[in-house]
């Protein structure tokens, strides 16, 4: 009966997703919907959709069992080696899911070389990592477990074997996994996670905008997104994370090390696939919550938001963004931002107790 409480007590802690979209603020605003704001509302659909409820899809249904697994596996630093880290120390959901530093301290104190990005809404990328190399979330939940730098764990089985000592986790991966024999797996525990991830979803305003309220967004936000389209950034900038659905050279134009003042040597995907054309291809970054998860780019080169944007006008699309128009941008890309409710933020109760 005991193993059962815990179950149910963290049950009831996950069961509320990320949802909830964003109520617009009360719209101030006395001029009437002009038949250009109905123009840019059917080109802003053309390029971006709103966010669905959840990223569940056919081969990866969510249960709320597998949830409530997957949140307390995310927060629990036994998860590392010295039980330092957890998913969230370098994702933190408090934080807008990221750690907000250049490049993250790994377990064993050492520090990778690319930005940690954020884990709302990456369950709906079309790859996972800046270089692509995990096919789906749940297979990037298990790569930073194993890696010597994040949270250096140094095989499955001896995480499983961790893991399966732990009475609660028995009751948990047996109510996740109930068909399975042996459920503390770590083929399980990848998909616990990636089924928790899968709920990091983050609606704002422009969901309400693009679903057909205009005026969720003021006429300066609508200006924003008319210079955001107009200027080029829908070239790799779309959908509904706006962003996270292709790869691109970073450095399309011309090489992007002097603007940013990267020293490093990344080769971006090449680094995976070993051809040369791959060379500075990066997965393109989503935008929602863009505001809030500096620094940028896949080193954490640039602090600054207006910098950036700056730097992929001139890098990616030849063009030298003025200041109004950066500042237009930038008033479009605050509708991304979304407040994350805070019962997604609570570290699990049953992780208090730690057996």
Request: hydrophobic share 35%; net charge negative; glycine share 6%.
């Amino acid at each position: 009966m005991k193993t059962r409480g815990i179950f149910v007590a963290v049950l009831a802690l996950v069961l509320a997703s990320c949802g909830g979209e964003q109520k617009p603020a009360t719209n101030t605003e006395s001029i009437a919907i002009t038949p250009e704001d109905q123009e840019l509302l059917k080109l802003a659909q053309t390029y971006f959709q709103s966010l669905p409820a959840d990223a569940s899809t056919p081969e990866r249904q969510l249960t709320p069992e597998k949830v409530a697994l997957g949140k307390v596996l995310y927060f629990d630093t036994r998860l590392s080696k010295t039980g330092k880290q957890s998913c969230n120390t370098c994702h933190n959901l408090s934080t807008f899911g990221v750690d907000n530093e250049i490049t993250s301290e790994g377990d064993a104190g050492k520090r990778g070389n690319r930005n940690s990005p954020t884990a709302f809404n990456a369950a709906l990328h079309f790859v996972q990592f800046w270089d692509g190399r995990a096919k789906d979330i749940e297979e990037q939940a298990g790569m930073p477990i194993l890696n010597p730098v994040e949270m250096n764990i140094p095989s499955k089985e001896y995480l499983e074997k961790k893991l399966r000592e732990v009475k609660a986790y028995q009751a948990l991966f047996a109510a996740a996994f109930p068909e399975s024999k042996q459920p503390v797996t770590f083929a399980n525990l990848e998909l616990a996670i990636g089924a928790f991830e899968r709920t990091l979803i983050t609606p704002s305003r422009f969901d309400s905008y693009l679903k057909g309220d205009i005026q969720a967004m003021s006429a300066e936000e609508r200006a924003g997104l008319q210079e955001f389209i107009s200027s080029g950034c829908t070239t790799c900038h779309i959908g509904s994370t706006v962003g996270g659905t292709m790869y691109q050279k970073f450095g399309l134009v011309t090489d992007y090390r002097p603007f940013t003042g990267s020293t490093g040597k990344d080769l971006g995907r090449m680094d995976v696939t070993k051809n040369s054309m791959d060379k500075d291809m990066f997965k393109v970054p989503s935008l929602r919550n863009i505001t809030k998860t500096q620094p940028y780019f896949h080193d954490g080169s640039v602090s600054d938001l207006s910098k950036a944007i700056r730097i992929m006008g001139k890098v990616e699309l030849n063009k030298d963004l003025s200041d109004e128009q950066i500042a237009r941008i930038m008033t479009f890309l605050e509708t991304l931002t979304a407040d994350v409710p805070d019962d997604v933020k609570l570290v699990p109760e049953i992780l208090a107790a730690k057996n």
